[in-house]
């Protein structure tokens, strides 16, 4: 079954700029969406389609991809920033959607 | 404004059966995808199955199914969950979402508050 890596946890320094990235086979080809969750709370969906951010969600979360990866980029991060986050593609090969395994963003 | 409205938290013995909801409102509930993920303490996202409530196409991850039923009831706009025989590591938060309009690729844009399901003797 396809899987979706990201690295476990990222920290980046107030004002700074994270990269939280997501691997897979040929993710290049494939369609991501990333989703933000804060303790307690359900997630939030942050990017969709790639590089598409949904209407209340800040300019500072842009995403990106290559063949091999896609990235998160949250730039001038705050401290409301701190969360799990996580990318997601739907699998053609075996028709359902994966997850990837979240990365916990925390702001020094 | 589109909002997701899950049933309230359970608790359950191993073996019992169960069945939670999410009430859609706000959008053509029948035009889009509506689905289930699963989080277990301290864990990630785990995406359990989809529903089309135009048509009931439902689709199911392989991780569960067989082990649980969606369905829906369009005339109430009501998406549901259940299982017929729980086990303890059924503990979980679920949640309901949002998919795509009629592409069953798009991204789960709307989030329910989440049920929180514990089972144990």
């Known amino acids: 079954s396809y899987v979706l890596t990201q690295p476990p946890s990222v920290s980046v320094a107030p004002g700074k700029t994270a990269n939280i990235i997501c691997g897979g086979n040929?993710?290049?080809?494939?369609?991501v969406h990333w989703y933000q969750q804060k303790p307690g709370q359900a997630p939030v969906l942050v990017v969709y389609?790639?590089?598409d951010r949904p209407s209340g969600i800040p300019e500072r979360f842009a995403g990106s991809k290559t063949g091999s990866t896609a990235t998160l980029t949250i730039s001038r991060v705050e401290a409301g920033d701190e969360a799990d986050y996580y990318c997601q593609v739907w699998d053609t090969s075996s028709d359902h959607w994966v997850f990837g395994g979240g990365t916990k963003l925390t702001v020094l | 404004e589109v909002q997701l409205v899950q049933s309230g938290a359970e608790v359950k013995k191993p073996g019992e059966s169960l069945k939670i909801s999410c009430k859609g409102s706000g959008y053509t509930f029948t035009n889009h995808w509506i689905g289930w993920v699963r989080q277990m303490p301290g864990k990630g996202l785990e995406w359990m199955g989809v529903i089309y409530p135009g048509d009931s196409d439902t689709r199911y991850s392989p991780s569960f199914q067989g082990q649980v039923t969606i369905s829906a009831g369009k005339s109430i706009t009501t998406a549901y969950l259940q299982w017929r025989s729980l086990k303890a590591s059924d503990t979980a938060m679920y949640y309901c979402?949002?998919?795509?309009?009629?592409?069953?690729?798009?991204?789960?844009?709307?989030w329910g508050q989440g049920t929180l399901v514990t089972v144990s003797s």
């Open positions: 389609d790639d590089t």
């Open positions: 040929y993710i290049g080809s494939k369609i």
């Open positions: 979402v949002r998919g795509g309009i009629a592409a069953l690729t798009g991204a789960f844009d709307f």
